[in-house]
């Protein structure tokens, strides 16, 4: 069985503008914008609403030091890091319970 490849970012592209009905240049511009401000909305709040795919948390930790398994050199881990959280409607769309 030949395995199926994930859709890449010009797919998406081409995808969108014709679901929306605009040019591929309109709809990557939509795509980065809202990239960065999703990224913008979690540095300024701490979290992002994908409407319809979950959310983007912020999360404290502990900084650690961790090893590169490459190379073994010690690396330093950041205290935050970016979580995100699939929402309850699209993991039941994707892979539904058993129930």
Do not use: D, H, W
Request: aromatic share 4%; with cysteine.
């Amino acid at each position: 069985m030949a395995e199926k490849k994930p859709m890449t970012q010009s797919e998406f592209v081409k995808t969108l503008a014709s679901k929306v009905g605009v040019t591929n240049k309109v709809a990557k511009q939509m795509i980065e914008e809202y990239a960065k401000i999703a990224i913008a909305e979690t540095k300024k709040t701490g979290s992002f609403t994908l409407p319809g795919l979950g959310k983007l948390v912020r999360a404290e930790r502990k900084a650690r030091m961790g090893r590169n398994p490459a190379t073994g050199e010690p690396i330093k881990i950041p205290a935050k890091v970016v979580k995100f959280r699939v929402s309850k409607a699209c993991r039941e769309a994707i892979a539904p319970s058993k129930k």
